[in-house]
C-alpha cells in the first residue's frame, strides 16, 4: 500500500479533478447566504433557494432582514429545513449588518471574527470557517464529513478527533507553504468532490484514483 500525507493528498486530488473554482457565488454576501443553507441539505438545493431570493430582488442584508418570516422560509423552500433557515439567515444578516457589513468585517482579524461569527445562533465551525475561507480569503480549513471519511480510510486520522483538532492538524501541514488560503479553498473543493462522486457511505473504490493509498477499501 502506497502512503499519503495530507499535503501529497491535495496534489493527487488536484492532478485527478483540477481546479474547482469554488464558491460558487456573485459575491462574499452570496457566499454567507449559502454557507447558512447547504447546513444539511445538497448544493443543488441551495442553488434553488438562492436563485429565489435573486428573483425576488431580496439577496442582500436588508432585505432578509425585513423580510416577512413565511415569506423568506417560503424563498427557502427549497434547501429543506427552510423555517430554521430562514431564522438562522435572519439571525446572520442582522449581525452582518450590526457590524458594519463586508468592508468593516474585512478589517478584523480572523481569531476575533470567527469568534463573532461562532457567537451567532445557528453558526457552528463548519459554516464558521465555509465564511472565513470563501468569504473572507481567510487562512482556515474547513473540515466536514467528506473530509473525516476519506482522512479516516487513508489512515490520516483516527477518525474521532475534534473539529478544531482536525483542523488544526490540516493547517499545520501546510505551514510552510505560500497562499494558503488558496489552497485551503481548492483543497476542500476536492474533498467535497471526490467525497459525492467516489468516496461514499458505499465507496466506489474500483473506480477511485486512490485505492493504491487506500487501507480501508470496501469499508
Known sequence: MTTVTIPRLFNLLLQQYGPQYWWPADSPFEVIVGAVLTQNTAWINVEKAIVNLKSAQVLTAEAIVTAPPRRLANWLKPSGYFNVKAKRLKYVCQWYLDQGG??????????????SL????GVGQETADDILLYAFNRQVFVID?????????LGLIVGDESYE?????VERSFARRKNKARIFNEYHALIVQHGKDICKVKPRCEECYLSAACGRRGI
Open 118 to 121: 461562532l457567537s451567532v445562533h
Open 145 to 153: 464529513g467528506y473530509t473525516r471519511r476519506l482522512f479516516s480510510r
Open 102 to 115: 463586508y468592508e468593516k468585517l474585512c478589517q478584523m482579524k480572523t481569531a476575533p471574527l470567527r469568534e
Open 165 to 169: 483538532t482536525l483542523r488544526c492538524t
